[in-house]
């Protein structure tokens, strides 16, 4: 099936680090969406993206569509220790594949450094 | 709006036991689908639903089953559950048309098979 990179795996934080991430695909897609999952709970939305090269905001987390529209990436800013979780990118492509059935990465697992 | 609902939280099952995992949403949404989450494995879809009395198979179908006899309500059978099967089960429901709108999970189902 078609395939979503998404990295890194995981990563460690310490409070006040920015963090980043990225998804990636060889095709094109028509929406971006990612979400974060705290342990024991369902996948929360955090950022939409509709539009290539459309950047939004939502608090500390920002969010872009690449202009390609085959990556995405998500930045934290001075992350705080209720950041740690599972962020997962999903996507819809463009060309309905997958039955326009979103596609989803296979998460970036923030942790706190000790 | 209750949103995305699920029932149990927690189910512990025998290997050749059947159940039924239950899902409702109350947004109207003509889209409903299932997941899996297996740790490193991100979320992998079961069966899909694009409207009453419509389903179809996604990435992993096999030993599940599914119906949509109602907008509100789309419930996930495992008819001979194996140890293979333990997993969080997430139902999702979103507009047919991903548009401007998104996808919303319900809270996870935690199924054990022994």
């Known amino acids: 099936g078609q395939q979503l990179n998404q990295s890194p795996q995981s990563m460690f934080i310490q409070e006040g680090e920015d963090v980043s991430m990225n998804c990636t695909s060889s095709?094109?897609?028509?929406?971006w969406l990612w979400y974060k999952q705290d342990p024991g709970e369902g996948p929360v939305l955090l950022i939409a993206?509709?539009?290539?090269?459309e950047l939004t905001s939502n608090g500390r987390l920002t969010a872009q569509f690449g202009i390609t529209r085959k990556d995405s990436f998500l930045n934290i800013s001075a992350s705080i220790p209720s950041d740690v979780g599972i962020y997962f990118c999903?996507?819809?492509?463009?060309?309905?594949?997958?039955?326009?059935?979103?596609?989803f990465g296979k998460g970036t697992k923030l942790s706190v450094k000790p | 709006n209750a949103g995305v609902t699920q029932t149990p939280k927690f189910q512990v099952l025998k290997t050749g036991q059947s159940m039924t995992l239950q899902c409702a949403q109350d947004m109207n949404h003509e889209y409903m689908s299932w997941y899996r989450q297996d740790p490193g494995m991100g979320l992998r879809l079961i069966h899909y639903?694009?409207?009453?009395?419509?389903?179809d198979q996604g990435e992993v179908p096999n030993g599940y089953n599914v119906s949509r006899s109602t907008t509100e309500d789309f419930p996930l059978r495992l008819l001979s559950a194996a140890p293979s099967q333990t997993s969080v089960y997430f139902c999702?429901?979103?507009?047919?048309?991903?548009?401007?709108?998104?996808?919303?999970f319900g809270p996870g189902t935690r199924l054990t098979v022994l």
């Open positions: 993206l509709y539009k290539a090269g």
């Open positions: 095709s094109i897609f028509n929406t």
């Open positions: 639903s694009v409207g009453a009395g419509i389903t």
């Open positions: 999702a429901s979103r507009r047919r048309q991903l548009g401007t709108d998104t996808q919303y």
């Open positions: 999903a996507g819809q492509l463009s060309d309905g594949g997958s039955q326009g059935n979103l596609i």
